[in-house]
Each structure stands twice: as structure tokens, then as C-alpha cells.
């Protein structure tokens, strides 16, 4: 399969009919909401999609995206490098997943005014669903994990000396031995 342009909007429908697939990329100029929320888009977005009709009639939209990302350690405060995937299935057909019940294996996209989809949209809200909560290197590359590592281990034998329940135990016993 050529590796090409994704279609900016598709008729689903129409796409499902003739069975296309595609193997391209996004620009990482395209992808500006992601840009908002990383320190910078490394790199075009890798997208694979397929459009077909399943058993129960169905019109599908599936696809894997990855795009590369430069976002900040929360632990260290460094720039860390990593690769945002995800997986997406979607369906313009809600009336007939209802009628089906079948709301949980897709997730429903609206069409515009033309009766197509937004892919870039589509494919842009996945990457930003796929960011981590909480961005940080693995504890072997992170530059603060052996602070952090001295830290706990200071924390640990200064909780073995200090008990601060024995002073409350002490204030027990002088009340008891005063009355």
C-alpha cells in the first residue's frame, strides 16, 4: 500500500462501499490543538485507516495513529521525547447501533453539512485522548529519580528515630501518673 496524504474529510458511506484503506500521514502543522498541549509536535502524525461495512450492516471507520511529541518531565522538569498511539473505531450509523445494541464496541461520529467526516478532527482528538495524565520519564532516564531515590530513603530512617506517637504516649502516662 502507497503511503499517502489522509483526505482532510471523507463520505464514510461512500468510502465503506468501495472498501478504501489508507496509509499516510498528517502534517504536524495540522495537528494545532496538539501542539497547544505538548511542547512541540515532533514529527507527521502516521495514520492507517480502513473503511468498511461489517456483518451487521454497519458502516466502520478504523484506524491506529501514531505521532511522535516532545513534552515536559513532571518529575524532573526536562524534555522527554515519546510516541502517542492510539486505536479508534468509529461509526456514522447511531440509529442502527442502537437498534443492535452495540454502543460499546464503537464510538459515533457526526457528519458535516456534505455528509462527510472530519479525519483530521477525528484523528486529532485521539492523540490528545492518548497523552499521558501525568508525563515523565522512566525511573532509569529520569535525571531527578536518584534525588528522588535519596529522598525516600532520608524519609525512611528519619521516620524510624522520630515517633511521633511515643510523645503522645508520654503525655498519657504524665496525665495518668498526675491524677
Known sequence: MQSVKIPLTIDPY???AKKLDYEGCIAASDLARLAEMVLSVAGDAR???SFYEDLSGIVVLEG???CPVIMECQRCGGRMSMDLSAQFRYTPDAKKLEELELQDQFDCVDLNSLG???LY???EDELILSLPLIA????EECPASDLIESLNDNEDTTESKHNPFAELGELIKQKNSNS
Do not use: K
Not at 136 to 139: C, V, W, Y
Open 14 to 16: 461512500r468510502a465503506a
Open 47 to 49: 495514520v492507517d485507516l
Open 64 to 66: 491506529t495513529v501514531v
Open 116 to 118: 462527510e467526516v472530519d
Open 121 to 123: 478532527a477525528i484523528i
Open 136 to 139: 515523565r520519564h522512566s525511573d
